[in-house]
């Protein structure tokens, strides 16, 4: 039945905790001497502008990770490089096989991601 009805209940309960969280900033504005309908119009209006402001600023910061991103991996895999070297070296293990270590590991995190993708 909660299958059914979850496009209902979690609507409401979503504006349930709004009006919880909202109540105290509409509380205080009527004790400042503001008409309850507009301090509950005053309210929503800060809040929605809030949530836009917001929305945007993460969105544009999402925006930017997105265009660095290409820079962060060729500075990860600089890194990789030079950790396969330094391991090479302090443990005398040759960098092939550290590096074929790598590529099997990361083969087997790729087989069980997918097939976790694949059970959803």
Do not use: C
Not at 22 to 36: G, T, W
Not at 46 to 68: E, N, R
């Amino acid at each position: 039945m909660l299958f059914f009805t979850q496009e209902i209940i979690v609507p409401f309960i979503y504006s349930t905790i709004i009006a919880i969280a909202l109540s105290p900033v509409v509380d205080f504005l009527v004790l400042k001497n503001f008409n309850r309908v507009l301090a509950i119009g005053l309210t929503i209006t800060l809040h929605i502008l809030f949530t836009i402001g917001l929305v945007t600023v993460l969105s544009s910061q999402m925006i930017q990770f997105a265009d660095s991103f290409p820079l962060l991996i060729e500075k990860f895999r600089e890194l990789l490089k030079q950790s396969v070297g330094w391991a090479s070296d302090n443990f005398n293990i040759s960098a092939y096989k550290i590096n074929s270590w790598l590529n099997e590991k990361n083969a087997e995190l790729i087989k069980k991601e997918v097939a976790q993708l694949l059970t959803l």
